[in-house]
């Protein structure tokens, strides 16, 4: 059907669309005829510039090219209008979108005489549909989308869903979201008023329960949009969900055991500057505090005050504050300022970017163990005193045993060399025996020869008297041997009397000699006796001295790994310590003083334990009994019957 109107009122008609649209005309062969004002501004020409070029100088060169750029004008050459949103290339290559219909003007004859574009800019409208249309894109890349009509009827979902769910889309799509809930669930007021209020526009959001096509539970945290029409009414419901049910299922872990550890240990929070958020009722019953009372003020009310101050405390905060984790066993004081001892562990807590939001302190109350722990510790000090002085009595009696070893050898020599003598004197004696033997042999014949000579001058005699007056001579010398041979005869009866006699004696001194020498060789035998039992005694002595030595360095080792167990790391010293058991006297004021043992030292300080610690005050001269030297000192830390001191100027060695 043709409208035919007036040639008046079609100008009229042609100058409003030309008002609010920009309208081009064309050869039916794309040459460009004229162009309004509106297009000329939407495409930034002027109408000498573009008047007499082809339609092709909008478009892009590949598109211009294209066989479905043949077909656009081919249709239109052929009185075929074309309507849709196209994208156009304005000058200077800026993209321009327009809504626009291409329209043939037919002759009287039938035939195309001219085609005339009416287009309007919807560059701005398509960049957000484009821009819309991406963030759908991303999110139905990312999250499970589905869409419901108002009574929760599915009408699509994305793959997202449907895999997290387990189903076809064939299998939800005209089924109701019930499908996804327990039975149990599905008849309870909540769920029904839930889309009731989504029917009438009202936004829901929240982590929901949704069952599996397998039957198990799944964990989404969704947003359901209700969408509203033109006129601002809801006609359908747009569901965004991702899958939560790890994340949901490990924060029900931690959150269980947070709880466990709530219910079993004390439990306090604090700023990264030490200001108290909150504390459990086992903190609060630990300590004796309400949570008013706690709340808002500072952990230095749990500490002493000389600790507070020290530097070690603010070092303390401030490694949390750089959020450096910590753990030991601390001395803190309750509300009646009783000492409690916490076993304990300071955890700075992260966001998400990695800022520390607060730092939480997990403990448990170790008092008892503790008081048990220094009873233990002081016990072990005690014996570690007593084995000392044990050890150094055995040292005292390994070296009286050693000054016995040492006389026994000299009584060994001694005897040795009497023995020596004695064999000297025993073979004098035999030899003066044997040779009184020969002499006795001499004598004896020299008695034979004496006999003979008498008999002899005896003969003569005879035989001078018979001779006469001519033997007379004879005879006087006969008479002269006689005598000879009376006096060698006697001389010879004395000699063999002296010779028995000293046979005799030295028969008697060889019977002494051997007397002599059988008590030598016993004297020696028990000589050498003693001398093995106090080399034996030295050996035991030096292994008892050995063994306490051990038994001492054991107790310190002892009482160094309890003492170790006792002190919180932020009372530790920073250097090594060595475990002592020394007397000394702490000095204070004009004349005060009082009496103590020093337990264990370190280059920076020392422990003293003292019956009457509380007395001590914060500045003080120590002064060691042994006279090696005074330290000037600072308490750090008290401890029943034990305090911490630092050296104010450089250590004294009294390990040695």
Request: charged share 25%; glycine share 6%.
């Given at each position: 059907?043709?409208?035919?109107?007036?040639?008046?009122?079609?100008?009229?008609?042609?100058?409003?669309?030309?008002?609010?649209?920009?309208?081009?005309?064309?050869?039916?062969?794309?040459?460009?005829?004229?162009?309004?004002?509106?297009?000329?501004?939407?495409?930034?020409?002027?109408?000498?510039?573009?008047?007499?070029?082809?339609?092709r100088m909008f478009v892009d060169p590949d598109y211009a090219k294209s066989s479905d750029y043949e077909r656009l004008w081919k249709a239109l050459s052929k009185g075929e209008f074309q309507s849709a949103e196209f994208a156009r290339i304005a000058k200077g290559g800026k993209e321009v979108?327009?809504?626009?219909?291409?329209?043939?003007?037919?002759?009287?004859?039938?035939?195309?005489?001219?085609?005339?574009?009416?287009?309007?800019?919807?560059?701005?409208?398509?960049?957000?549909?484009?821009?819309?249309?991406?963030?759908?894109?991303?999110?139905?890349?990312?999250?499970?989308?589905?869409q419901f009509d108002l009574d929760g009827t599915i009408l699509d979902a994305n793959s997202n869903f449907l895999k997290s769910l387990g189903y076809e889309l064939s299998e939800v799509k005209g089924k109701h979201h019930s499908l996804f809930l327990d039975p149990e669930d599905r008849n309870k007021p909540e769920y029904k008023a839930f889309w009731r209020k989504l029917g009438e526009g009202a936004y829901q959001s929240g982590e929901f329960r949704r069952r599996h096509k397998d039957g198990r539970d799944i964990w989404i945290l969704a947003s359901y949009n209700p969408?509203?029409?033109?006129?601002?009414?809801?006609?359908?419901?747009?569901?965004?969900?991702?899958?939560?049910?790890?994340?949901?299922?490990?924060?029900?872990?931690?959150?269980?055991?947070?709880?466990?550890?709530?219910?079993?240990?004390?439990?306090?929070?604090?700023?990264?500057?030490?200001?108290?958020?909150?504390?459990?009722?086992?903190?609060?019953?630990?300590?004796?505090y309400s949570a008013a009372e706690v709340v808002g003020r500072h952990h230095r009310m749990f500490v002493s005050p000389d600790y507070a101050q020290s530097k070690e405390y603010a070092s303390f905060w401030k490694d949390l504050g750089d959020g450096k984790h910590?753990?030991?066993?601390?001395?803190?004081?309750?509300k009646s300022g009783t000492p409690i001892w916490l076993q304990a562990t300071y955890n700075p807590i992260f966001d998400a970017s990695g800022r520390l939001i607060k730092i939480t302190k997990f403990a448990t109350d170790v008092t008892q163990n503790m008081k048990s722990r220094q009873t233990a510790i002081a016990a072990a000090e005690e014996t570690l005193g007593t084995v000392e002085q044990t050890v150094a009595s055995a040292r005292e009696i390994t070296g009286s045993a050693q000054?016995?070893?040492?006389?026994?050898?000299?009584?060994?020599?001694a005897v040795d060399d009497m023995q020596t003598r004695s064999e000297a004197a025993g073979r004098s004696t035999e030899?003066?025996?044997?040779?009184?033997?020969?002499?006795?042999?001499?004598?004896?014949?020299?008695?034979?020869?004496?006999?003979?000579?008498?008999?002899?001058?005896?003969?003569?005699?005879?035989?001078?008297?018979?001779?006469?007056?001519?033997?007379?001579?004879?005879?006087v010398v006969a008479n002269e041997v006689k005598d000879l041979a009376s006096q060698t005869s006697q001389a010879t009866t004395r000699i063999f009397?002296?010779?028995?006699?000293?046979?005799?004696?030295?028969?008697a001194v060889d019977e002494a000699l051997k007397a002599i020498q059988s008590s030598i060789t016993e004297v020696q035998e028990l000589v050498q006796g003693t001398s093995t039992a106090a080399e034996q005694q030295c050996a035991a002595t030096d292994e008892i001295s050995?063994?306490?030595?051990?038994?001492?360095?054991?107790?310190?080792?002892?009482?160094?790994?309890?003492?170790?167990?006792?002190?919180?790391?932020?009372?530790?010293?920073?250097?090594?310590?060595?475990?002592?058991?020394?007397?000394?006297?702490?000095?204070?004021?004009?004349?005060?003083?009082?009496?103590?043992?020093?337990?264990?030292?370190?280059?920076?300080?020392?422990?003293?334990?003292?019956?009457?610690?509380?007395?001590?005050?914060?500045?003080?001269?120590l002064h060691f009994n042994d006279g090696k030297a005074e330290r000037s000192c600072r308490l750090v830390r008290r401890d029943g019957d034990n305090i911490g001191i630092e050296f104010v100027k450089s250590v004294l060695a009294l390990s040695a």
């Open positions: 059907m043709t409208l035919l109107l007036p040639q008046s009122d079609f100008r009229e008609i042609v100058d409003a669309f030309s008002r609010s649209q920009a309208i081009i005309q064309f050869k039916p062969d794309g040459t460009i005829l004229e162009a309004n004002e509106n297009f000329l501004r939407t495409f930034g020409y002027s109408l000498d510039e573009i008047k007499g070029r082809h339609h979108w327009i809504q626009a219909t291409y329209n043939p003007v037919i002759s009287r004859s039938g035939t195309v005489r001219k085609i005339v574009k009416i287009a309007t800019d919807i560059t701005e409208k398509k960049r957000k549909a484009l821009e819309a249309q991406g963030q759908i894109d991303a999110i139905n890349r990312s999250q499970a989308v589905i969408i509203l029409d033109a006129a601002g009414h809801p006609f359908k419901v747009v569901k965004f969900a991702t899958d939560v049910t790890s994340e949901k299922l490990r924060n029900a872990e931690y959150e269980g055991q947070i709880a466990a550890i709530s219910r079993s240990q004390a439990m306090i929070s604090f700023t990264r500057e030490g200001i108290i958020l909150d504390a459990n009722e086992n903190f609060l019953r630990t300590t004796g910590t753990s030991a066993i601390y001395q803190r004081y309750g000054d016995v070893s040492r006389g026994m050898d000299e009584a060994q020599r030899t003066l025996r044997k040779a009184a033997a020969s002499m006795d042999d001499v004598v004896q014949l020299i008695s034979k020869v004496a006999d003979q000579i008498n008999l002899l001058s005896l003969n003569a005699t005879i035989e001078a008297a018979r001779a006469g007056e001519a033997g007379r001579g004879f005879a009397a002296e010779i028995e006699e000293m046979q005799t004696v030295a028969g050995s063994k306490l030595m051990l038994a001492s360095e054991n107790v310190a080792s002892v009482c160094s790994n309890l003492d170790n167990w006792v002190v919180g790391m932020e009372n530790r010293r920073k250097s090594e310590r060595t475990r002592v058991h020394k007397h000394a006297e702490i000095r204070f004021g004009e004349n005060e003083s009082l009496q103590c043992s020093v337990r264990d030292i370190s280059e920076t300080g020392a422990r003293l334990h003292l019956k009457n610690a509380g007395n001590v005050p914060s500045q003080f001269t």
